[in-house]
């Protein structure tokens, strides 16, 4: 499958820069279509073809769509980024239907049409449910952020009737250098501030940078598989222990809890529905059809992201 070409949006956040340099350096024709193409050039490796797009039309790139092997969709206004406005909402939830939607119209205007589709998308779409254990086939939650996740994953629906296999990728906490959730979750320990967040009894459903771009890359490559798939490791834990063992890991105590209020004062609803909520997940049908995880469990991809020996 090497030269066949692999379109990416969000091509320069995270995971989409993680996953550039995974499809480049396996010998794909990567396009990564962005709002600043100049600058996602200065931010990606050499070699890869930028694209301007402004995120809600296929004007300018609907052609790079013609005859390629696969679209990944992750284009998104950012979830944790300030506090969740109005105006915050209402840009959260149209930054990505409106990909989405220019995503259907690219394969449609495309002549041969991509073989392949992944629709990003988050394990917020179950909500918070306690102790619950979630697969993929477990009912939407409630709440804005499950209803933002349910109508993301709506948005490139119709490609599957077009002729395009889709493959829908409910991730949860990627944790990775750069990027991410890593680097909320280190600094307070490095400042002897670490503790739980709440009751700290809440699941932590997570996955490896490595194991995410490997699980996307898998689903790209593999004909035939479609539908919804959790991206989360094997074994989550609460989030009392996951503190437990970043103390472990940086030499640091877990003992300043941070009070649920706290949280809600600083963070409003988003608190609710993130920080404070969980969601014990897990990855049956990837590891149904032989996935195999690098970091399974969360004392090993800690380790190897502190690079403990």
């Not at 804005?144 to 948005?155: H, I, K, P, T, Y």
Request: one cysteine or more; hydrophobic letters at 45%; a positive charge.
């Amino acid at each position: 499958m090497a030269g066949e070409r692999v379109l990416i949006t969000g091509a320069s956040g995270f995971i989409g820069s993680a996953l550039v340099r995974e499809f480049a350096a396996s010998g794909y024709e990567v396009v990564a279509l962005s709002r600043d193409p100049v600058s996602a050039r200065g931010r990606l490796p050499a070699g890869i073809v930028t694209a301007a797009w402004d995120g809600r039309t296929i004007e300018g790139w609907a052609h790079l769509a013609d005859g390629a092997f696969a679209v990944i969709n992750l284009a998104g206004d950012s979830l944790a980024e300030g506090r969740w406005t109005r105006v915050k909402k209402a840009r959260i939830l149209r930054s990505r239907t409106d990909a989405g939607a220019a995503v259907v119209g690219a394969v449609k205007a495309a002549r041969t049409k991509p073989r392949v589709v992944i629709q990003a998308s988050a394990i917020g779409f179950y909500g918070g449910r306690g102790d619950e254990e979630l697969d993929e086939n477990s009912a939407a939650g409630q709440g804005f952020l499950a209803d933002v996740v349910r109508m993301w994953e709506g948005s490139t629906r119709e490609v599957e009737s077009l002729g395009a296999r889709r493959a829908v990728v409910r991730s949860g906490l990627v944790l990775g250098k750069g990027g991410g959730v890593w680097p909320r979750l280190v600094m307070p320990f490095r400042f002897f501030a670490g503790g739980p967040l709440g009751s700290g009894r809440q699941w932590f459903s997570w996955i490896s940078l490595e194991d995410e771009v490997r699980a996307v890359r898998f689903l790209v490559e593999r004909e035939g598989l479609g539908g919804t798939f959790n991206l989360t490791a094997p074994r989550p834990l609460r989030q009392k222990d996951l503190c437990r063992v970043l103390g472990r890991a940086l030499k640091r105590p877990c003992w300043l809890p941070v009070p649920a209020f706290v949280l809600r004062a600083f963070f409003g609803e988003k608190a609710g529905e993130t920080l404070l909520a969980g969601q014990r997940v897990a990855p049956r049908r990837l590891l149904a059809e032989g996935f195999e995880f690098l970091r399974r469990d969360a004392p090993a991809a800690v380790a190897a992201l502190l690079d403990v020996r």
